[in-house]
């Protein structure tokens, strides 16, 4: 198991960052039609899978790293989406995506 070092935390959250600002743009590009946006959504992915890639061969495993950021990306762009898009929050459908998250962080650590 590799050690959760500083730059290891550092790439983990600039990916985490990098993606959601992806994600929150992708409505911006109005379907990929709207240049400015869709080239700074496809930078953002680029520069957050680019980032997973090196935290992938510093050592960090892929059934580790991969349902982490299945779990930690959409709630952080659903998060996006209430306070920037207007979009609903009610209590049912948060505590259903938080209970699926916990699943999936579950799923991922048994052995």
Known sequence: MVALTPTIIAMLAASVVFQVIGLSLMPMTKGLTEIAPSIGCGIAFLLGLGL???????????????????????????AVGILFYG??????????????????GFASSIA
């Open 52 to 78: 997973m890639a090196r935290l992938l061969h510093s050592g960090i495993n892929l059934g580790i790293l991969l349902p982490f950021m299945a779990a930690i990306v959409p709630l952080c762009a659903i």
């Open 87 to 104: 979009e609903s929050a009610s209590l049912t459908k948060l505590s259903l995506l938080v209970s699926a998250c916990l699943v999936i």
